[in-house]
């Protein structure tokens, strides 16, 4: 690829160069650009970037005039031991733009070996300072030292180098400043922050939503691949470009669209190949076209160089083989993104994904976001920037629906679906193999635009499923994010997505979980997923789950009320004001339900009044829509649903019809955006959905205001660290570490221990176990062995009669159906007989694991987990034990770290939840100690991330307490790098 290999691969980088320092990052503007370790091999490129700094900049960098490198700075600015000493460089089109350098220190200020402090110091170059650059490099700089053992850095800036210092202040680490001999000192903190987290996630939200704003709104777009043929794919995109735009101009005025410089509207031949309005350019390419090749009133030009003019965004519709030329033109043009519509990458295996990456390296290296490969492509209805860089033959009318989709075919309907309905699109992106700009990136947008009320996704696959939780969640507090999730289930992953290995196998339940816990309303349908984000665009949410239904027919009245209870609403019944209804029936039974304060929405029923001609016999059959003949509604009907609608929306209450038969009533509703569903259970899904996102929506106020992860006594996380550690380090003792300079006594090989990527987990013994959660205020039940009935017998006088005689071995835990376990041992007598059944019955007392416990009082037996999901974070997990859990899947799941709030949802919202509060006259069990123990074990897990599994089963929960009679940890090694690191692109 030219240029982009040798920044990416460094010439001569030996064997110890840290390619996992490595990182794409997208900058403040939207623009992308590469960071990576200086090596001996950029001398030169080290040169060529100090001379475009000012001598400003360099004074402040030196604190004298320092025009130009000696030969010695040279090499000391391009070798380093990657330990003591490291610089990082930020790369664009193989050039520096900005570059940042540390090195260790003792107490003292002198270079060192083994000290935790370093001095830091950067340059950017002045046409790129105000970009993020510096505040990129300082996150990056920051990770690497910490995993070099650095824990805080220092720093000297002149007083009037304000950038710099706000810079290092902006930052959110812990810092101390101090003023001698005329220059700021300051020290800071590398551990990460809540400040430092929050702004590290704010710069992310500003540069992902900018990026893909500069996508959407291009001065000047060019199409790469027409063709003289019009079935082309490239002719069809820019005829579609075309067209957008002229839809655009006459929906916005002169402020868009499509027309030439001259009164007559004829193009102006002064614009050199180039067609818009205003500011709006298309240009069209084609490598062979002949000198004054025309298409579509368009000039076309060989090459994206020969463009007279700047171009932000590229379509390309060239073959597979002919698009890395393209980018390279487009890369050196300074295109900011592309879009390619061309196929035959990652969809078609192993090859065409190494292509996709390499596109993705290279466009990225010029400064460019991708759309696609193999992506339907982008629309935008803003009539002061329309834009249809994509497949559909007609811009969208506008309107308030984000919509992104990961399939073309699913964007075609998605598409024909908002047409049908008669609803508008904001923005629209079909992004084929999401090898860049992903769901996320739109999420970031969709956040900032006004334009965009209810967001619509079909997702079939995450490429970072933690950071979209992070980024819905905070979306969904404002806007409503309605999802179609498709390839539901593990293996049917869509060969051309880029995932990593970690969301691969990403589990359905655990998706829910996500969904739930970030305010996603997840539906099964297209057609779902337009019924209910109309709704949700259309009318206020609903304060509760109470729902008044009013209409003309009995029947569908029943049906729409047994819908109701279905879906957990708590309807009312149903009030029919028989089929000879008129308009003003319906205006004073919609008022009374609407004027109820037991009320929180109302469904409308109607079918066509009796006498219409829907409901006369024609030649032995009923009257179809197509009769002419036939009236489907009743317009007073509909005035009066109209007027009852404004005066819902006044309430602050849904109202929503469920109709038969009445085919034209829906478009008389529109106007007044009442939803109208032909078969109730359509109407009360969507409703159902809406009241649960609006519960959502409540609980998230509340919890800013009351929600908290509690103090929990008895925690000791030091002796904890110790434990993991010391059972990690000796996992791998066996195997020798390879030669690092970190390698430098106990922490040092702890900290290797701990961060092996790849690890396989550990079990700990039950004793480690026991004392793990025991750390953590987790009292297991204890246990002794029972190998032979006289151990048995020792062991049942010192725990205290009644125990418990169970088997422990791995085949036969928590299966008492077996007959593996015996209880209510109140004496040696039993003891000894239970254990000489066990032994007969299980083959065996040594194989069958057999251990004496202490009898736990009765109560309700229940499961605890925690699991640590590589793609998605730690994830708890309740339900009751038994066929409850295991054989119906009632379990719930909540995200950690879980508040208080978090953790008494989770205990009710499993199905068979009654059990824990006196179902059918029983004494209710002590849920606060259960919810204390999910908040221990969330703890846990969000303290180390190093656990990767907690499961207590079972947790019997006693009127007053509970005991914990079984437990299982397994622990792994970390990743080198977590969702707590710097900024970066995905490279899959």
Known sequence: MGPKQSAQHPEHAGPDYPQHWEADVLLRDGGTALIRPITPADADRLVEFYEQVSDQSKYF?????????????????THHDFVNRVGL??????RFIATVRYDRID????????????????????????????SALLEHIAAVAQERGIRRFQAEVLPENRKMVKVFTDAGYTQRRSFADGVVHLEFDLEPTAASLAVMRAREHRAEARSVQRLLTPRSVA?????????????????????????????????????GGRADGQPDQEQEGRTGRGDRQVYAVNRNAPPGTELDGVPVHRSVLEIPGPVDLAVIAVPAAAVPAAVAECGAHGVQGLVVVTAGYAETGAEGRDRQRALVR???????????????????????????????????RRGGFGIFCQSGAIGVALLEAAHRRGLGVSSFASVGNRSDVSGNDFLQYWAEDPATEVVLLYLESFGNPRKFTRIARRLAVAKPIVVVKGARHTGSLPPGH???????????????????????????????????????????????????VVGNSDSLGLLTHDACLSAGLRPRTPVDLTTAATGENFRIALDVALDDPAVDAVIAVAIPPIGTSAHAFMGGRLAGPDDPEMGSDDPEIAAALLEAGARARKLGKPLLLAHLALTDLPSRLRPGGIPAYPAPERAVHALAHAVHYAQWRRLMAEAEETARVPELDRIDEGAARALVEAALSTRTAARPSPPTTLDRGATRRSFFARTQPGGARITLPDGDAAALLAHYGIDVSPTLPAPDEKTAVRAAATLGYPVALKATAPHLRHRPDLGSVRLDLTGEPGLRRAHRELDALLGGAAQAGLVVQRLAPRGVDTVIGATVDPAVGAILSFGLAGAPAELLGDVAHRLV????????????????????????????????????????????????PEVASVDLEPVVVAPHGLAILGARVRIAPLPVRSDLGPRAMSTL
């Open 107 to 134: 107490a003292d200020g002198r270079p060192s070996e083994t000290g935790t402090d370093a001095e830091v110091a950067f340059l950017v170059q002045d046409a790129h300072q105000g970009r993020g650059v510096a």
């Open 362 to 396: 290279q466009a990225r290296a010029a400064g460019m976001r991708v759309i696609g490969p193999n992506a339907f492509g982008l629309i935008n209805t803003d009539a002061g920037r329309p834009l249809n860089a994509s497949l559909a033959p007609a811009l969208p």
């Open 61 to 77: 960098r030196f604190f004298a005039p320092y025009p130009r490198l000696s030969d010695r700075d040279v090499r000391r600015f």
């Open 223 to 259: 199409v790469l691949g027409v063709s003289r043929n019009p079935q082309t794919v490239g002719r069809a995109l820019l005829r579609d470009l075309l067209a957008g735009f002229e839809a655009g101009g006459q929906a916005g005025g002169q402020a868009g669209g499509l027309a």
């Open 498 to 548: 880029a995932v990593p290995p970690t969301a691969t196998g990403l589990r359905d339940a655990t998706v829910d979980a996500l969904f739930q816990q970030a305010g996603v309303t997840r539906v099964e349908t297209i057609t779902e997923l337009y019924d209910t984000g109309e709704l949700l665009a259309l009318q206020p949410l609903p304060a509760g789950d109470r729902v008044a």
């Open 897 to 944: 770290p879980a508040t208080d709030q978090d953790v008494a949802g989770l205990i009710r919202e499993v199905r068979a939840s009654p059990l824990l509060f006196g179902w059918r006259g029983a004494e209710a069990v002590d849920t606060g100690a259960l919810e204390e123990l999910l908040l221990r074990v969330s703890r846990l897990v969000d303290d180390f």
């Open 89 to 94: 460089a930020v790369v664009i089109r193989d």
